[in-house]
């Protein structure tokens, strides 16, 4: 089964990636994961990655492309994977597509966690990380004890500059402009079916299992 993860920044995307992985015996891939992997060994990949990193510029889809089609060629995703962080745009969703068709092969579902821009701010805005031991925390989901302490350390907490509402909105008009036309794509590959993100956790991964089927084990 050859999952992709569809959604904003901050609609929980990954966290559910996660436990299909876990649930379903198949890998988490991200893009991030597959970066620092290859970075890490000095893989004839990663080192091509860095020439470009190393002066600040992107790391072309091409050279993207590849890294994952290596990844997803290895041993443990014979049984099919789950994607999140790839594709970010419909360029590198039709490349892997034709990928997947050359060995006649496809993905399976693109599921779009779909949360509202207001509730993706609130969330992403209200998060407090802990810099002493790494905690975090939410001032309305998941508040400390004492406010704006740490539970575990007593360290001051901070918001990361990533959570700041202006960052977050940013992050979301670069998620409209190149991210999000992959929901129109893969609503006419078939394969797209909308989760609701605004509920529980447990509610959104229930909506999952309902389209996935259960897990092998359940």
Same mark, same amino acid.
């Given at each position: 089964?050859?999952?992709?993860?569809? /959604?904003?920044? /901050?609609? /929980?995307?990954?966290?559910?990636?996660?436990?299909?992985?876990?649930?379903?015996?198949?890998?988490?891939?991200?893009?991030?994961?597959?970066?620092?992997?290859?970075?890490?060994?000095?893989?004839?990949?990663?080192?091509?990655?860095?020439?470009?990193?190393?002066? $600040?510029?992107? #790391?072309?889809?091409?050279?993207?492309?590849?890294?994952? =089609?290596? +990844?997803?060629?290895?041993?443990?995703?014979?049984?099919?994977?789950?994607?999140? !962080?790839?594709?970010?745009?419909?360029?590198?969703?039709?490349? =892997?597509?034709?990928?997947?068709?050359?060995?006649?092969?496809? #993905?399976?579902?693109?599921?779009? #966690?779909?949360?509202?821009?207001?509730?993706?701010?609130?969330?992403?805005?209200?998060?407090?990380?802990?810099?002493?031991?790494? +905690?975090?925390?939410?001032?309305?989901?998941?508040?400390?004890?004492?406010? $704006?302490?740490?539970?575990?350390?007593?360290?001051?907490?901070?918001? +990361?500059?990533?959570?700041?509402?202006?960052?977050?909105?940013? +992050?979301?008009?670069?998620?409209?402009?190149?991210?999000?036309?992959?929901?129109?794509?893969?609503? !006419?590959?078939?394969?797209?079916?909308?989760?609701?993100?605004?509920?529980?956790?447990?509610?959104?991964?229930?909506?999952?299992?309902?389209?996935?089927?259960?897990?092998?084990?359940?």
């Amino acid at each position: 089964m050859k999952i992709i993860m569809l /959604g904003a920044p /901050g609609a /929980g995307k990954g966290t559910q990636a996660q436990r299909i992985a876990k649930d379903y015996g198949i890998p988490h891939i991200s893009t991030g994961d597959i970066f620092r992997k290859n970075l890490k060994e000095e893989t004839p990949l990663g080192l091509e990655a860095k020439t470009y990193m190393d002066r $600040g510029a992107l #790391v072309p889809d091409d050279l993207t492309i590849r890294m994952l =089609l290596a +990844r997803i060629g290895e041993a443990d995703c014979r049984n099919g994977y789950v994607l999140d !962080g790839f594709p970010r745009t419909v360029p590198q969703a039709e490349k =892997l597509t034709e990928v997947l068709a050359q060995t006649g092969d496809k #993905v399976d579902f693109a599921l779009d #966690v779909t949360v509202p821009d207001e509730d993706i701010v609130e969330r992403m805005s209200g998060r407090r990380s802990c810099p002493g031991c790494g +905690r975090t925390y939410h001032i309305v989901y998941a508040a400390p004890q004492k406010e $704006g302490v740490c539970d575990s350390c007593g360290a001051a907490l901070v918001l +990361r500059a990533d959570d700041a509402p202006e960052t977050v909105l940013k +992050r979301l008009a670069v998620y409209h402009e190149q991210t999000e036309p992959l929901i129109a794509y893969y609503e !006419g590959q078939g394969v797209l079916r909308r989760i609701d993100g605004t509920v529980s956790m447990e509610d959104v991964y229930a909506q999952i299992v309902a389209l996935l089927g259960e897990p092998a084990e359940a």
